[in-house]
């Protein structure tokens, strides 16, 4: 069974970093992990991508977030980060990550990041 844990949100002031992190487990030659992702949901809107990777590290991010994150993965680690810079109020939300493993999609249980003005 394939799980993915996410560590890393807080609490942090507007204009500073946060750096998530993302690990799968489970991961074997049955269960293939193939493009990663990072989408947020703040309270009372709905789930949006914010950036995803590849297994081949081609990258795509939100609008809002382009020229401050910047997602990357470790393929030995099966693990994938994001690095938050420039932080915003509207950037608070809860954070998911999502693998696609085989023909599906895990989901882990979010990581909440709080940027106060």
């Known amino acids: 069974q394939v799980k993915v844990v996410e560590s890393g949100g807080g609490l942090v002031q507007a204009g500073g970093s946060l750096r998530l992190s993302c690990a799968a487990s489970g991961i074997s030659s049955i269960f293939r992990l193939n493009a990663m992702g990072w989408y947020r949901q703040a309270p009372g809107k709905q789930r949006e991508l914010v950036a995803g990777?590849?297994?081949?590290?081609?990258?795509n991010y939100a609008d809002s977030v382009k020229g401050r994150f910047t997602i990357s993965r470790d393929n030995a680690k099966n693990t994938v980060y994001l690095q938050m810079n420039s932080l915003k109020p509207e950037d608070t939300a809860v954070y998911y990550c999502?693998?696609?493993?085989?023909?599906?999609?895990?989901w882990g249980q979010g990581t909440l990041v709080t940027v106060s003005s």
């Open positions: 999502n693998a696609g493993v085989n023909r599906g999609n895990v």
């Open positions: 990777i590849t297994s081949g590290g081609s990258t």
